[in-house]
């Protein structure tokens, strides 16, 4: 039987942490414009220097409805979805269009760039 007298540890410092943070506001929205004095980070109750990155990748999206007569029953259980297109896939820097599409084409929604006729 062979037994380990004690385990080899090491000891060392990281100059760069990483710390992923998302901050809402009481609604649940994102809260956008942060500088690092309206945040403070704390290691071993001691605040850090925080130095902020992000980037933003806006999107426009449009999606496209058939609402011929054979895809009424698909339709009646989109309800309102509309609000995840422009919530959670484009959010506050994108812009979404939901269209309709049969004989013709209608613009159900549109945010924030093209007005809804």
């Excluded at 380990?4 to 809260?31: E, N, S």
């Excluded at 269009?97 to 159900?108: L, M, N, P, R, Y």
Aim: with cysteine.
């Amino acid at each position: 039987m062979i037994t380990c007298a004690g385990r080899a540890q090491f000891k060392t410092t990281a100059p760069l942490v990483i710390a992923p943070t998302t901050v809402t506001d009481a609604k649940g929205r994102y809260v956008d414009g942060l500088t690092p004095e309206d945040l403070t980070l704390f290691d071993n109750n001691v605040p850090q220097t925080i130095h902020l990155d992000w980037m933003t990748y806006p999107i426009s999206l449009v999606v496209a409805v058939q609402t011929s007569s054979n895809s009424g029953a698909v339709i009646d259980k989109l309800g309102g979805s509309g609000i995840l297109f422009t919530q959670l896939l484009a959010a506050d820097a994108g812009e979404t269009a939901v269209i309709s599409f049969s004989d013709g084409v209608k613009v159900i929604r549109s945010s924030p760039a093209t007005p809804t006729p």
